[in-house]
């Protein structure tokens, strides 16, 4: 069965920092490129990073460019999201998502892990 | 960067057929995908590459997409279907998604 799980949510303070990361399994994980997607409470969603399947291409969307980092470690199926800086604005539902290369949709998701900024 | 506009909310009767719109600047020159969201649940894509339904996405499901505007159709529609429906693309290396519309059966 294709599965991710993401874990690493928690409650953080403005300013502070967080990893999560996102664990793949029952597919070729390193011939997937991947995506995190974040909710906020009450939101709709937004799409926050890229991530080709060998790591050499990286996108990030404008709100989390430079304070957010994605990588992936494709001996251990694993996805990650680096995020220094956080603000309140970051307090959101946070999903990985598989990436379909024919047509850049996401095609398999996660169950999401929250993240909640706050002092 | 490119935008993407939903209607927030549409109703339906039981049974009869909804429409949900995603508006775009020449989105007919994009492939648009959507999402069904339910309460607590993560997304789950319902329709892809403008008009193709990934396995387990029931028949009454379909897309179209032409001009600025892309629809999403549910025939039949039933009270399970209800939940939040989002269209996305891909722009500029980055995804994009519609502020989502929640549809409701009645």
């Known amino acids: 069965e294709v599965q991710l799980v993401e874990s690493g949510g928690g409650l953080v303070q403005p300013g502070g920092s967080l990893r999560l990361s996102c664990a793949a399994s029952?597919?070729?994980?390193?011939?997937?490129?991947m995506d995190w997607v974040r909710q906020a409470p009450g939101k709709g969603l937004e799409w926050v990073a890229y991530?080709?399947?060998?790591?050499?291409?990286?996108y990030y969307a404008d709100s989390v460019k430079g304070r957010f980092t994605i990588s992936r470690d494709n001996a251990k199926n694993s996805l990650y999201l680096q995020m220094h800086s956080l603000r309140v604005e970051d307090t959101a539902i946070y999903y990985c998502?598989?990436?379909?290369?024919?047509?850049?949709?996401?095609?398999?998701w996660g169950k999401g892990t929250t993240v909640t900024v706050s002092s | 960067s490119y935008e993407l506009t939903q209607p927030l909310s549409v109703s339906v009767a039981l049974g009869q057929t909804a429409k949900i719109t995603c508006g775009g600047n020449n989105i007919a020159n994009k492939n648009v995908h959507w999402y069904q969201q339910k309460p607590g649940q993560a997304p789950v894509l319902v329709m892809y590459?403008?008009?193709n339904r990934p396995s387990g996405i029931p028949e009454r499901f379909s897309a179209s997409n032409s001009g600025n505007t892309a629809t999403l159709t549910i025939n039949s529609a039933q009270a399970g279907d209800e939940a939040d429906y989002y269209c996305?693309?891909?722009?500029?290396?980055?995804?994009?998604f519609g502020g989502g519309t929640k549809l409701t059966v009645l």
């Open positions: 998502a598989r990436h379909s290369t024919s047509s850049y949709y996401m095609d398999v």
């Open positions: 590459r403008d008009s």
């Open positions: 029952g597919f070729t994980f390193s011939t997937y490129e």
């Open positions: 991530i080709y399947g060998s790591g050499s291409t990286i």
């Open positions: 996305q693309v891909w722009a500029s290396n980055t995804g994009v």
